[in-house]
DNA sequence: AGCACGCCGACT
DNA sequence: GTCGGCGTGCTC
């Protein structure tokens, strides 16, 4: 009796309502080859259609199921994810209602990606003749047919343009089960390995140099190249060229002599990080040493921790990673380094491959594709022991882990808006505590839940309270708006803004004015009935984007031109909003003559343009600078003295319990690039609200005191870091259907928790409410929230209830998923 | 989510 | 016969 073995797979076209492993053959073939964490194609469904998936675990099995299909190809020469990796993606499945192939899907880069396409072709010994009288009567079949033996073979996705609305799949089923169509799944990948040749040394090199030198005169060329090749051993073909002069055809009679061999090597593409002078040692004062000695005696114990490092701005938090890191290597292990942006911290990267050089592999969204897939793949060899990277960087393939920092790790780009949804804080958390390394949480402000956990003693909490050199903070200037508005000044630069700004001119040093508002930009508005026009498939107004000269929605996509009058009523439109946009031109009306830079999401398009931007503003010594969030971070200029917030509560009165917390961390930031430089700086913060404690509190800088009030009302609200935001979102086109979805989920989630275990829990529910953006692409969207505690038990029920809502057909046309503390 | 299957009515 | 439409049920 023969063994099978059989293999457990996580597939792509599971939804999650349906997501488990599935077992599939492994056919003889692939017995040696095929591991856990390697991907392949199997057939799903009655209807057989080909899907990725991953190999979750292999097993022997005795008595095969019956109904246990076969795996049809093996996509990958080797795993994808290690066993961590893919114990990764199960505790995410769990942690973030996604399925285990989303979880896989995200943990990988996107030059790894593969896409299936489906040929049809004739089966062996079925000619033309014997296609058309199989195809008989039916037209679906003789138009497949046709079109099969016109070239050869099909591509599903051609069948399906020539059928426009009709579908062709149960035709084409037909002709496959009847034998004369067969069906191969191909899979081609994005980005390929780049390969090099490389020249090795085929001989010792003494033998080597003795066959070249005594024709060293006549060829001199093979001379040079055995001389070179002699003293590092292997090079590219094309470095050998290059230094020696010589060409291929040289290279090769050193091939045909068996002096050397040609392989093909796979070739990194290298980020171009701007070359530096390798960095001397790291000083550390004090408090600093003190911070560094604790951290790595923490790291050293090789058992899972967590440590909040709490340095205020300037204070020198990146040469506490750089000496942690190096401890880290000298052990043999590795390290993970997060950034929120990586555009924006241009002098981190700087620091880290000044210090590490090679060994530095990073990780963002603004790589292409391939530059990224490399990067990764570096890592995964073992190659670079340092990666730095944003978001999705918190899953760089390192081995022998012994160390996370997440930089500013309060900051909302940790958390991914798609699916899934994670928190790049909790994944560290995790590979941390699965592989014993530690984690540091770096920050000037930290969230107010990291903040608790280290009060409660669960993280261990370090604090830097100097700033390096000592330097004064700048002297902060509250300006009460409201006194602007009586006075009749509608705009955005009140008088005490407008007298520092013209002392600065007069004083030629520079201005940076900050507007905390996401996504500022301009819209129109007619001047006549006061329409605005909106996005016809979101309940969004447009906004005008200058790069293009069109409105656009920021939710679909979608663009159109600027009508030439209001469709409404016929009035003209004009420009409105307080964006950045508007901010410059109240200056340059303030100021004739003066250069106003501005810098925000619609002004930088090309994927370096905000370094070149700033570059400008610094050597060109622009006087002001007007900019949303990104100007806020990491930014180090010498000639800036006055740093103005344009109004401080723009970003306050938001429906989200991060609000205080965001508004704080952004102001105290912009606060603290005030005067970096020799001189003193100041800054100005306008606000409606002067008394508001929390612009009080960032005014000073006083974060003890933002926290102790922050953390009483999160108590009161039940917000992290007491209970966790479960947000159930139903959409569908039919507005009617998705809030009956629902109420019918919110009825059986009040049922579940009036029983035990649940009625312990203490817990709030809300809704069924509008989104924040109550409609995008068409789909209508309403939400439950549910305030309670995120164990393991909770989020079973919450898993329970979503799958349950995705089986029932009662919400038919209307999807439902979860998310845990939104960004919105 | 797909997709098949089964059933009905319509078209020819 | 052949096809569209629609409800139902399953996916190794």
Same mark, same amino acid.
């Given at each position: %009796?023969e063994?099978?073995?059989?293999?457990?797979?996580?597939?792509?076209?599971?939804?999650?309502?349906?997501?488990?492993?599935y077992?599939y053959?492994?056919?003889?073939?692939?017995?040696?080859?095929?591991?856990p964490?390697m991907r392949?194609?199997v057939?799903f469904?009655?209807?057989n259609?080909?899907?990725?998936g991953?190999?979750?675990?292999?097993?022997?099995?005795a008595?095969?199921d019956?109904? &246990?299909k076969?795996i049809?190809?093996?996509?990958?020469e080797e795993?994808?994810?290690?066993g961590?990796?893919?114990h990764?993606?199960?505790?995410?499945?769990e942690?973030? =209602? &996604? *399925?285990?192939?989303?979880a896989?899907?995200?943990?990988?880069?996107?030059?790894?990606y =593969?896409s @299936?396409?489906d040929?049809y072709?004739l089966?062996?010994?079925?000619d033309?003749?014997a296609?058309y009288?199989?195809?008989g009567?039916?037209e679906?079949?003789? *138009?497949?047919?046709? %079109?099969?033996?016109?070239s050869?073979?099909a591509?599903?996705?051609?069948?399906r343009a020539?059928?426009?609305?009709?579908?062709?799949g149960?035709?084409?089923k037909?002709l496959v089960d009847?034998?004369?169509?067969?069906?191969?799944?191909?899979a081609?990948?994005g980005?390929?390995d780049?390969?090099?040749r490389?020249a090795?040394l085929?001989?010792?090199?003494?033998?080597? %140099?003795?066959?070249?030198?005594?024709r060293r005169?006549?060829?001199?060329?093979r001379?040079?190249v055995?001389?070179?090749l002699?003293?590092?051993?292997e090079?590219s073909?094309k470095e050998?060229?290059?230094?020696?002069?010589?060409s291929?055809?040289?290279?090769?009679?050193?091939r045909?002599?068996?002096?050397?061999r040609l392989?093909?090597?796979e070739? =990194?593409?290298?980020?171009?990080v701007e070359? &530096?002078?390798p960095?001397g040692?790291?000083y550390l004062?004090?408090e600093q040493e003190?911070?560094f000695?604790g951290?790595?005696?923490l790291a050293?114990?090789?058992?899972?921790?967590a440590?909040?490092?709490?340095?205020v701005t300037?204070?020198?938090?990146?040469?506490?990673y750089i000496?942690?890191? +190096?401890?880290s $290597?000298?052990r043999?292990?590795?390290?993970?380094?997060?950034?929120?942006?990586?555009?924006?911290?241009? +002098?981190?990267?700087?620091h880290f491959s000044?210090?590490f050089?090679?060994a530095?592999?990073?990780l963002?969204?603004?790589?292409?594709?391939?530059?990224?897939?490399?990067?990764?793949?570096?890592?995964?060899?073992?190659?670079?022991?340092?990666?730095?990277?944003?978001r999705?960087a918190?899953?760089?393939?390192?081995?022998?882990?012994g160390?996370?920092?997440l930089d500013?790790?309060?900051?909302?780009?940790?958390?991914?808006?798609?699916?899934?949804k994670?928190?790049a804080r909790?994944v560290?958390?995790?590979?941390c505590a699965q592989?014993?390394?530690?984690?540091v949480l770096g920050s000037?402000?930290p969230?107010?839940?990291?903040?608790?956990?280290?009060?409660?003693?669960?993280y261990? $909490?370090?604090?830097l309270?100097?700033?390096?050199n000592?330097r004064?903070?700048? +002297?902060?200037?509250?300006?009460?708006l409201?006194?602007?508005?009586?006075?009749g000044?509608?705009g955005?630069?009140?008088h005490?803004?407008r007298?520092?700004?013209?002392?600065n001119?007069r004083?030629?040093?520079?201005?940076i004015?900050f507007?905390?508002?996401?996504?500022?930009?301009?819209?129109?508005s &007619?001047g006549?009935?006061?329409?605005?026009p909106?996005c016809?498939?979101?309940s969004?107004?447009?906004t005008?984007?200058?790069?293009?000269?069109?409105?656009?929605c920021?939710?679909c996509?979608?663009?159109?031109?600027?009508? /030439?009058?209001?469709?409404?009523?016929?009035?003209?439109?004009?420009?409105?909003g307080?964006g950045?946009?508007?901010?410059q031109?109240?200056?340059e009306?303030?100021?004739p003559?003066?250069?106003?830079?501005?810098?925000?999401? /619609?002004?930088i398009?090309?994927v370096?343009?905000?370094?070149?931007?700033?570059?400008?503003?610094? +050597?060109e010594?622009?006087?002001i600078?007007?900019?949303?969030?990104m100007?806020?971070?990491?930014?180090d200029f010498?000639n800036?003295?006055?740093?103005?917030v344009?109004?401080a509560?723009?970003s306050?009165?938001?429906d /989200?319990y991060?609000?205080?917390?965001r508004?704080f961390? @952004?102001?105290?930031?912009?606060?603290?690039r005030?005067?970096?430089?020799?001189?003193?700086?100041?800054?100005?913060?306008? !606000?409606?609200?002067?008394?508001? /404690?929390?612009?009080?509190f960032?005014?000073?800088?006083?974060?003890?005191?933002?926290?102790?009030?922050?953390?009483?009302l999160?108590?009161?609200?039940?917000?992290p870091?007491?209970r966790? $935001? =479960?947000?159930l979102?139903?959409?569908g086109t039919?507005?009617s259907?998705v809030l009956?979805t629902?109420?019918?989920l919110?009825r059986s989630?009040e049922?579940?928790?009036?029983?035990?275990?649940?009625?312990g829990y203490?817990?709030q529910?809300?809704?069924?409410a509008?989104?924040?953006?109550?409609?995008?692409n068409?789909r209508?969207?309403?939400? $439950? !929230?549910?305030s309670?505690r995120n164990d393991?038990?909770m989020?079973?029920?919450v898993?329970?209830?979503l799958?349950?809502a995705?089986?029932d057909?009662?919400n038919r046309g209307?999807?439902?998923y979860?998310?845990?503390?939104?960004l919105?």
């Open positions: %009796m063994q099978s073995v059989a293999a457990r797979v996580a597939l792509s076209a599971a939804t999650y309502a349906i997501d488990k492993p077992t053959l492994v056919p003889p073939e692939l017995r040696e080859t095929l591991s964490g392949v194609i057939p469904g009655a209807g259609r080909r899907t990725e991953i190999v979750l675990s292999i097993e022997e099995s008595a095969p019956p109904k &246990c076969p049809l190809t093996q996509l990958d795993p994808v994810l290690d961590e990796g893919l990764l993606a199960i505790w995410m499945r942690r973030y =209602f &996604c *399925t285990v192939y989303d896989a899907r995200a943990m990988l880069p996107a030059g790894l =593969f @299936l396409q040929r072709r089966a062996p010994g079925i033309r003749e296609a009288e199989a195809a009567n039916s679906y079949a003789r *138009t497949i047919v046709e %079109m099969v033996c016109a050869g073979s591509e599903l996705g051609q069948i020539v059928f426009g609305t009709r579908n062709p149960p035709a084409l037909q009847r034998g004369i169509l067969v069906l191969e799944t191909s081609s990948r980005v390929g780049k390969t090099e490389v090795v085929a001989v010792p090199p003494e033998d080597a %140099m003795a066959q070249v030198t005594p005169r006549s060829a001199p060329m001379y040079a055995m001389e070179l002699c003293a590092i051993g090079a073909t050998l060229c290059y230094f020696t002069g010589a291929m055809e040289t290279l090769k009679s050193l045909k002599s068996g002096l050397i392989e093909e090597r070739a =990194f593409r290298r980020v171009s070359p &530096c002078e960095a040692p790291v004062n004090e003190a911070a000695q951290l790595d005696a050293r114990t090789g058992t899972a921790a440590a909040l490092l709490y340095g300037g204070s020198g938090k990146t040469q506490i000496r942690l890191i +190096q401890e $290597l000298k043999g292990k590795s390290a993970l380094v997060l950034v929120p942006e990586i555009a924006l911290t241009p +002098q981190l990267l700087h000044a210090h050089g090679d530095v592999a990073v963002h969204s603004s790589l292409r594709a391939g530059e990224r897939y490399d990067e990764w793949k570096r890592a995964k060899a073992g190659k670079a022991q340092v990666v730095i990277g944003t999705s918190v899953f760089a393939p390192l081995r022998n882990l160390l996370i920092i500013e790790e309060q900051e909302g780009s940790y958390k991914s808006e798609q699916v899934p994670y928190h909790d560290a958390k995790y590979r592989t014993g390394a530690l984690l000037a402000t969230s107010i839940e990291s903040m608790y956990q280290a009060k409660q003693g669960v261990h $909490l370090f604090t309270r100097r700033r390096y000592e004064a903070l700048p +002297q902060v200037q509250i300006a009460d409201r006194e602007e508005l009586k006075a000044n509608g955005s630069i009140g005490a803004l007298s520092a700004l013209e002392e001119l004083r030629g040093e520079q201005s004015l507007l905390n508002r996401r996504g500022a930009s301009r819209m129109l &007619c006549e009935c006061g329409e605005a909106t016809p498939r979101c969004v107004y447009l005008y984007h200058s790069a293009n000269g069109r409105l656009m920021h939710c996509g979608h663009s159109e031109r600027v009508p /030439d009058v209001c469709p409404n009523c016929g009035g003209t439109f004009h420009f409105i307080t950045t946009q508007r901010v031109e109240e200056l009306e303030m100021f003559g003066v250069e106003v830079l501005r810098m925000d999401t /619609d002004t398009s090309a370096h343009s905000h370094e070149k931007l700033l570059a400008r503003f610094e +050597q010594r622009v006087p600078l007007v900019g949303t969030q100007v806020a971070k990491g930014l010498e800036v003295t006055l740093v103005g344009v109004a509560d723009l306050l009165y938001v /989200d991060r609000a205080a917390e508004t961390s @952004l102001i105290t930031q912009v606060v603290g005030a005067g970096r430089g020799e001189k003193t700086g100041r800054a100005l913060i306008q !606000t409606y609200t002067p008394e508001n /404690d929390v612009i009080t960032a005014a000073a800088q006083n974060y003890d005191a933002f926290y102790e009030q922050e953390i009483g999160r108590e009161l609200r039940g917000c870091p007491f966790d $935001l =479960f947000v979102t139903a959409s039919t507005e259907a009956q629902c109420m019918r919110r989630l049922e579940w928790l009036r029983q035990p275990p649940y009625e203490r817990s529910l809300l809704g069924p509008p989104a924040a953006i109550a409609k995008v068409n209508y969207r309403y939400r $439950l !929230t549910l309670t393991k038990r989020r079973a029920l898993a329970h209830l799958c349950c995705q089986k057909k009662e209307v999807s439902v979860a998310d845990v503390n939104p919105d």
